[in-house]
């Protein structure tokens, strides 16, 4: 039997908004073992983005367990949270958010600054990771010098290079065309079979073709 | 990753030009004006600091009680020297000094020179160096005289001895090198350009060894062991006992004090430019605080822009203290590069400054201290300005920043606008001080001073100008330059020789006043352009007249009542009053009048003054004068000061108040300016959207200027109010030390609240115009 990775026992989210209480994520049950490449459906407002961000744990279950590896996420101090997160978890958005002030190469490089990586180590982590993606010759653009696939590849080339062992997608093509959504899903499938497990949240049925799984929620319920 | 934040760093400045430059030049402004302010202090701070015994020497001042009150003067009978370091213990040396100026010439080469005529003690009191001879045979021959290297080489030149050699002093004695010592340091309390043993001039001056008179600068040192405070109570108690008199007593004030503590009031130390020191201190935080405050509202209000990167950043593992490391690293970046232009500032403005306040200052960016303060400057002002910023932008969660939900600003919205009104509120503090500290100047330089100061030229009594007084006079009245010419024993603006022992018609000087006295010659009164209100003038004959005596308004009050006239007064010999002049201002212009007795006689004066026609030019006056001069008295150098300019020189340390507030206001101001501007800037682009909206809907330019304007004119509102108060509080107490002051009037309020309205008005509308008139298309187009 595989490991599991990710294990929710009925967790929920809900936010005050006003004198209201709403309920973005209602008792979801699921489990994600190691190697699988699920995708998240549902309309505009279903809870897939709080879903990601609560399992990226950038955000917070406000209800319920969640065991990340083996260790109680919602038991544990944000210290030891964000130490999990830095070691396992990759995160890859719409929007890219791609650092403008960096170039490429210092773009990819980020996430290892904050892993404390030796200079020479990061040097060549880096190399390898542009190499990989055909960006060799980018990696002294900056962002706005890139095309929105282009920019994607980085996000992606960003959050591969810690060498997690979860990627969390939102809507990674959401801001591409077609033929450019088409290679990054390509590109999914490929990391995916190279043994990382992907979680993505996707409008496109084609996009969530590429899962292993598909999940969907609907008000914050997996129906 | 240092590395990392450094190129984010200088990324973000280049990619945003306007706010980088408002940040930087208004932190170098606030730096550069800091450091202005502290190369000052360190130079007021550094007086008689290079003389080595500073906890061992004193110099003696009397605290003296006249009418119930104690009057400081800088002045101690001659023997009491001699008496301290007999009779105390714990006095080591002690010197007796008296400062003359000397006319020293060789040759055509003449020059005067200041110094003091002294005691042997007095060189190792003060440590003197000797380059030339030394100093235990130094005042061996009783015509000996030791002058500084510098005015050796004046005299003689460059790699000249100029020991041994004779000296003509005063065109008539001889005196004898008997060594060159280093120069003094710059800034000394009492400068010297020579000493000379002191019964060279005391000599057969019989009043100079008795208890009687008060007239030497007294100065000891105390033996390493001794307690201040017994030596201090010993000191006076024994002028009590050599005078036999309990009005007066002589004290002990530190070497260290000189400068800086000179005040005194009714026998208590109360400061004196220390209290300049600690306001311009205090001036140049708050600048520096105007400035910082610039920095965290420019940093804040742009958090929009840099919330996208707090998210990815936090996203891809980076802790809250990495992030604020990060952002006080960029503050500490951006303070560093204030201070490399503020050190170009400084190149320039350092001349100016220093011909503004009179001084020599040099950056002196060789001195380690001098780098290593201006590098605390730049370290604490950025890690302080960067403070807020950078816990307010780390403080952002990821999720909500990369939704692209707006950041919830309300907190620092508050902060930022109390920064404004903080900043805003000082800046219209100064505004009113300034326009006080002027008025006030002002007033008292419009004093009536019961002389006219204008027109007046006062050459110091040398050589034969007594002797040949007629001749002189009648010659100088013959150029039409000069329509009247006078001798008093005293300057007209000083306090001088003064007494309180008199008895007269019905009565005694029972209160104890300090009476003034001054011996003059007949036409004095009328060159100083004094007002004689009862009786007649001096004849011009002095022997003649040597018995009548004319005396102020408020010593006739003195005498009682009835006129004055007639009156006799006794001072040993009897005079009779035959004439009351008006009171008249000298010494401290902002008191009263205090009663003056003038004697017909001008045979001791110190000072003739000579009443210039206004119709003739000034260079022209002086050439006529000095022609006159040369013919009578031609052994000496011709030095005329003016009046009025010694007159303005009584306010010098106000003067300088005054035009330090000035330029603090302005550029107070303009550094709030920059950091308005700048808020006000992002303020239109964070609200863009909303004003292209309102434009859709039909709004007009000015109703959205009026929009944009609206929020920043209340803040500045806001600042009167609370300005008011302060500057209210603050003025009233500065004007306090005045007895002769102006009183605050409303109006200044209103103008400075209507400048600093008008100021950001200026500031404010150029960025809401600009956004008013933008085309709406572009702005909704962006969402």
Known sequence: MKNILVSLNEATRTVNSGSNKVTLLDTINLNVEEGEFISLMGPSGSGKSTLLNCIGMLDNFTGGGYTFLGEPVHSMKEKNRSKLYKEYIGFVFQAYHLIDELTVYENIETPLLYKNIKSSERKAMVADMLDRFNIVGKKDLFPIQLSGGQQQLVGIARALIGQPKLILADEPTGNLNSKQSEEIMELFAQLNKEGVTIIQATHSESNAAYGSRIINLLDGKIV | ?783
């Open chain 2, 1 to 783: 990753m240092i590395l990392n934040y450094i190129k984010i760093a200088f990324r973000t400045l280049r990619k945003n030009k306007g706010y980088s430059f408002l940040n930087i030049f208004g932190l170098a402004i606030g730096i550069t004006c800091a450091s202005l302010i502290f190369l000052w202090v360190e130079d007021e701070l550094s007086f008689d600091s290079e003389f080595e015994k500073q906890d061992q020497v004193y110099y003696v001042p009397t605290h003296q009680e006249y009418d119930g009150e104690w009057r400081t003067f800088n002045s101690t009978p001659g023997p009491f020297a001699e008496a301290m370091k007999t009779e105390i213990p714990g006095v080591a040396k002690a010197s007796r000094t008296k400062h003359r100026d000397l006319l020293f010439s060789v040759n055509d080469n003449a020059i005067n020179s200041g110094g003091r005529f002294v005691d042997e003690d007095f060189i190792t009191i003060f440590s003197l160096k000797f380059v030339e001879g030394n100093a235990k045979e130094a005042f061996n021959n009783p015509e000996a005289i030791v002058i500084t290297q510098e005015t050796a080489e004046q005299l003689y030149g460059k790699n000249t001895k100029a020991i041994g050699k004779v000296l003509k002093v005063d065109n008539t004695e001889n005196y004898l090198i008997s060594g060159v010592i280093e120069n003094l340091p710059k800034n000394v309390t009492f400068p010297i350009n020579w000493i000379a043993p002191f019964e060279r001039w005391s000599g057969d001056k019989e009043w100079t060894n008795g208890y009687g008179s008060f007239f030497a600068d007294t100065f000891v040192e105390l033996s390493p062991e001794a307690d201040f405070n017994s030596v201090d109570a010993q000191v006076r108690s024994l002028l009590e006992k050599k005078t036999g008199d309990n009005d007066s007593k002589a004290f002990l004030h530190t070497i260290k004090d000189w400068h800086l503590r000179a005040h005194f009031e009714n026998g208590k130390q109360v400061g004196g430019r220390i209290d300049s020191v600690r306001l311009f201190t205090i001036i140049a935080l708050i600048i520096l605080l105007i400035a910082c405050i610039n920095f965290m509202n420019l940093s804040t209000a742009r958090s929009e822009k840099r919330a996208n990167e707090v998210g990815v950043r936090k996203a891809m593992g980076s802790g809250r203290t990495r992030l604020i490391f990060q952002f006080i690293s960029e503050a500490l970046i951006l303070a560093f590069i204030a201070s490399l232009v503020s050190v170009l500032f400084l190149f320039v403005l350092l001349p100016q400054f220093n011909l503004l306040i009179e001084k020599d200052l040099v950056l002196g960016l060789s001195q380690p201290f001098h780098i290593v303060f201006l590098l605390g400057i730049t370290l604490v002002c950025g890690i302080f300005a960067g403070l807020y910023p950078a816990f307010y932008l780390s403080s952002f969660k990821p999720v909500e920043v990369l939704k692209g939900l707006k950041v919830t600003q309300g907190s620092a919205n508050y902060i930022r606008k109390g920064l404004v009104v903080g900043q805003f509120t000082i800046s219209i503090v100064f505004i009113i001080c300034t326009i006080l500290v002027y008025q006030q100047l002002q007033h008292i330089k419009n004093r009536d001073l019961g002389f006219d100061k204008d027109q007046l030229i006062s050459l110091n009594v040398n050589g034969t100008m007594i002797e040949k007084f007629d001749v002189i006079k009648q010659d100088l009245i013959q150029t039409g330059a000069v329509s009247s010419v006078g001798l008093n024993n005293s300057g007209i603006l000083n306090g001088g020789n003064n007494g309180s022992n008199l008895t007269w018609t019905g009565g005694t000087n029972t209160e104890d006043v300090l009476i003034f006295f001054r011996y003059i010659s007949s036409d004095f009164l009328e060159t100083a352009g004094m007002e004689l209100v009862e009786g007649r003038g001096f004849y011009e004959n002095m022997v003649k007249d040597s018995t009548s005596v004319l005396i102020t308004e408020s010593f006739a009050k003195l005498m009682g009542q009835g006129s004055a006239i007639g009156k006799k007064i006794d001072r040993g010999d009897i005079y009779t009053v035959v004439g009351v002049v008006k009171d008249y201002l000298f010494d401290d212009m902002y008191g009263q009048s205090d009663p003056v007795l003038f004697f017909n006689y001008h045979g001791e004066a110190s000072y003739m003054y000579l009443k210039t026609n206004p119709k003739i030019g000034t260079s022209d006056v002086l050439s006529k004068i000095e022609a006159v001069m040369k013919k009578h008295n031609p052994a000496f150098p011709f030095e005329y000061s003016f009046v009025d300019d010694a007159f303005n020189a009584k306010f010098k340390s106000e003067q300088l108040v005054g035009k330090l507030s000035q330029l603090f206001a302005l550029l107070a101001i303009l550094i709030s300016c920059l950091g308005l501007f700048g808020l006000a800037a992002y303020t239109a682009e964070q609200r863009s959207k909303e004003i292209g909206v309102r434009k859709v809907l039909g709004a007009s330019v000015s109703g959205i200027v009026k929009l944009l304007s609206k929020d920043f004119l209340k803040l500045v509102g806001l600042a009167i109010v609370i300005a008011i108060p302060v500057a209210w509080y603050v003025m009233d107490n500065w004007l306090g030390n005045y007895a002769y002051r102006i009183e605050i009037n409303g109006w200044i309020f209103v103008i400075a609240g209507i400048v600093a309205i008008v100021i950001a008005m200026v500031t404010v509308s150029f960025q809401a115009i600009k956004a008013a008139i933008a085309n709406p298309v572009d702005s909704l187009k962006t969402e």
